[in-house]
Every structure is written in structure tokens, then in C-alpha cells.
């Protein structure tokens, strides 16, 4: 379960980065049919990308604080779900599929690891109120 884990949390530290980076900085050729009012929404979709990536290294420090784990997972699942139903949406207008793939496939192990979050814990005894006795 640690090992499926840090592949899915590296690989969507990587693709939310890198593709976070390219839709900010190079946006019309991220997205070569986009209209000049839709600019700012494409920038802002790039940055929360990176925002989201950036968030990995918040988290590291306290990985093993059963909370945060949960937060995090939480957060993760919840922004890679509402990134596959606005791919729906934007799929219904002639996009790709390429962001209800990616995403969807994301929000499906983020939201595994969630309900299996306690197995990425130390081995630990943890309480029902989230408190952790070595």
C-alpha cells in the first residue's frame, strides 16, 4: 500500500507540475484554439496545477500525523474529481479526453488511499480520535 502510494503521489507531483508550469507560461500552446478572453481562465487552471503539486511539500514534514494524512488524500481526491467533471464538461464542447482520463484515473487512487489511509501510517497504534502511541 506505501508503494502504491508514493507512485501515485510522485507521479501526480509531476504531471501537476509540469503540466501546471506549461499551461501558465505557454498557454496558447497549451490550448491553441483558446480566445483571448479565455486567457486568464487557462492561466489560473495552469496555476492551480502548480498549486496543487507545491502542496506535496506542506505535506511532507508531517506525512505521519494521521490528520494531515486524511486532509491531504482528502484534498487531493476531491481536486482531481472536480478536475474530471469539468473534463466532462468541457469533453461535451469538443475537448479532449485527455484531462477525464489523467484526472479520473487520479481521483479513483486518491480516493483508495483515502479509505486505506490508515495503512500508510507508521506501525502505530491509532486511536478512533486520530492520536497516534508509538
Known amino acids: 500500500m506505501k508503494q502504491f502510494f508514493w507512485v501515485v503521489f510522485c507521479l501526480h507531483v509531476l504531471m501537476e507540475a509540469v503540466v501546471g508550469l506549461?499551461?501558465?507560461f505557454t498557454p496558447m500552446q497549451m490550448a491553441p484554439g483558446a480566445s483571448a478572453d479565455g486567457l486568464?481562465?487557462?492561466i489560473n487552471f495552469?496555476?492551480?496545477?502548480?498549486?496543487?503539486?507545491?502542496?506535496a511539500a506542506w505535506f511532507w514534514p508531517h506525512r505521519h500525523n494521521p490528520a494531515v494524512l486524511s486532509i491531504t488524500l482528502g484534498v487531493?481526491?476531491?481536486f482531481h474529481t472536480a478536475q474530471t467533471a469539468a473534463g466532462m464538461l468541457i469533453a461535451s464542447h469538443g475537448g479532449g479526453i485527455n484531462?477525464?482520463?489523467s484526472h479520473g484515473?487520479?481521483?479513483v487512487c486518491f480516493w483508495w488511499l483515502?479509505?486505506?489511509r490508515h495503512a500508510l501510517l507508521p506501525s502505530a497504534s491509532v486511536h478512533d480520535n486520530g492520536e497516534v502511541e508509538p
Open 114 to 116: 483515502w479509505l486505506k
Open 105 to 107: 484515473a487520479f481521483a
Open 40 to 42: 486568464p481562465f487557462i
Open 99 to 101: 484531462v477525464i482520463v
Open 76 to 78: 487531493f481526491a476531491t
Open 22 to 24: 506549461l499551461v501558465m
Open 46 to 55: 495552469g496555476a492551480s496545477g502548480i498549486t496543487i503539486a507545491l502542496m
